[in-house]
């Protein structure tokens, strides 16, 4: 995202930028901007509302299921220049399962936006192949940018390394190798969980289980069966 501010910049008259978001996962999509952005001058600041007075020739940055008027926040015409990003990686289906009937922006129309920023050469192709539906289309176009999560990971600054090692003081994690699971959508049988732990757990590495902030029940039934 770095090396593209500077040209987004320089034909940018507005000066004001909001990141919009409906929940926490949301919020860390966009957090990676506002160090980016404020460094360019802009005012940022992030809201989960409609424009207060004073921020409606800010420039919206979305993170969210753009579904207007189903959430009302996500209304890109509120705002002076509005730019719409998926909410993950595999929203609405995986990039590669798309087809011409059956796509995200059937579902969640950027056709309201300035701008679409896509997050890799999949998504790319899967907007490529839907782009004959209007409601593919921002305004102004499209750009394949990346995706705010994994550039912080694949730039591998210092600061990533130093907050990974943070959470491994935080976690407590043994000197090993560690295996991830971060199950969005095991909301009911828990099966992702229990395959992990039975196939996994005789190994020598840490187990970390991560689910999305929206499940908080879900952590604490599975704390409170193996402490």
Do not use: C
Not at 25 to 45: C, T
Not at 153 to 159: L, S, T, V, Y
Request: avoid cysteine; hydrophobic fraction near 35%; charge should be negative.
């Amino acid at each position: 995202w770095n090396s593209h501010v500077t040209a987004f910049d320089r034909q940018m008259r507005y000066r004001k930028m909001r990141l919009l978001y409906n929940t926490l996962n949301e919020r860390q999509s966009l957090e990676p901007l506002a160090p980016v952005a404020q460094r360019y001058g802009y005012d940022v600041k992030f809201s989960d509302t409609l424009p207060e007075d004073g921020d409606r020739d800010a420039i919206a940055i979305y993170a969210g299921h753009a579904r207007y008027p189903d959430m009302p926040n996500v209304n890109p015409t509120e705002y002076a220049f509005s730019v719409a990003m998926v909410h993950d990686l595999g929203q609405h289906t995986w990039p590669f399962d798309a087809t011409e009937e059956d796509h995200l922006w059937l579902d969640e129309p950027w056709d309201g936006f300035d701008v679409g920023i896509l997050p890799g050469r999949s998504w790319s192709r899967a907007w490529q192949m839907a782009s004959a539906s209007p409601r593919a289309r921002p305004r102004l176009g499209v750009y394949e940018l990346g995706y705010t999560k994994a550039d912080t990971a694949f730039n591998g600054d210092a600061a990533f390394a130093e907050s990974v090692s943070r959470m491994r003081e935080d976690l407590a994690l043994a000197d090993r190798p560690s295996i991830l699971l971060a199950p969005s959508w095991d909301l009911e049988s828990h099966d992702r969980f229990h395959d992990f732990t039975r196939e996994l757990g005789s190994l020598d590495v840490n187990l970390i289980v991560k689910y999305w902030s929206g499940q908080d029940g879900t952590v604490r039934k599975l704390l409170r069966e193996y402490g």
